[in-house]
């Protein structure tokens, strides 16, 4: 498809478990974001990638969440040992680089609405 | 770091002109950027500012003044449609992400 498609669209799993949350950017988007958005929030920044490298990890909020991208592609991010306030929305974005031009819109995907029991 | 502040909601009527405002502090930044997300949907881009100044794409406006620290986003001719967040953000010059403000509800009654 020609925008970032993220899965599962929704994810219910216990409290305790790990889930794992996947994104596919845009084609030929080298920078690759994830954000955090709580129910009336705005978007919590958690990692950013510019290709496979994440020079960026300081929004992860505790060493549960990872996030690794191969190829320059997909990105799949990882919540290990799940908590209730776990829960909410995770968007993943994608853009051109963003290096020295100042202006790359990011292109967002649906989601992925998590809860936790 | 950078801070940006917005109200959280805004209401108007259809036809009408409604302005959400952003003020922000940070230590230098490109431009400001808006998105637009609808209830359950992806945020999607609706402009950015660069420059001082305003910046018209159709029914919809945004001015920034980096001597004021203030920014708004101008929609005129509200349609229904029009209801949703509206989140402001910035890119600091030292980084490669954004930094979003907390979002506006605008809710558009006929």
């Known amino acids: 498809g020609a925008g970032v498609s993220q899965s599962p669209s929704n994810k219910v799993t216990e409290k305790g478990k790990d889930v794992e949350l996947r994104c596919d950017p845009i084609s030929g988007h080298t920078a690759l974001y994830w954000y955090r958005q709580s129910l009336g929030q705005g978007l919590e920044f958690l990692i950013y990638f510019q290709g496979n490298s994440a020079p960026d990890k300081s929004g992860l909020p505790s060493d549960r969440f990872s996030a690794e991208r191969t190829g320059g592609s997909v990105s799949t991010l990882t919540i290990q040992r799940t908590q209730q306030e776990d829960s909410a929305v995770y968007l993943c974005?994608?853009?051109?680089?963003?290096?020295?031009?100042?202006?790359?819109?990011?292109?967002f995907g649906d989601g992925t609405r998590l809860s936790i029991l | 770091g950078q801070s940006l502040e917005q109200p959280s909601e805004v209401t108007a009527v259809e036809g009408a002109i409604v302005q959400i405002n952003c003020t922000y502090q940070?230590?230098?930044?490109?431009?400001l950027s808006w998105y637009q997300q609808h209830d359950g949907g992806a945020p999607t881009f609706l402009s950015y500012?660069?420059?001082?100044g305003l910046e018209e794409t159709g029914r919809f406006s945004s001015f920034l003044s980096r001597s004021d620290s203030y920014g708004y986003l101008l929609l005129q001719e509200l349609q229904m449609k029009d209801s949703a967040s509206y989140f402001c953000?910035?890119?600091?010059?030292?980084?490669?992400?954004?930094?979003f403000g907390k979002g506006t509800m605008l809710l558009v009654s006929p």
């Open positions: 953000a910035v890119r600091p010059v030292q980084d490669s992400t954004l930094t």
């Open positions: 940070t230590s230098g930044f490109y431009g």
């Open positions: 974005a994608s853009s051109l680089n963003p290096g020295p031009l100042p202006n790359q819109p990011q292109h």
């Open positions: 500012n660069a420059l001082d």
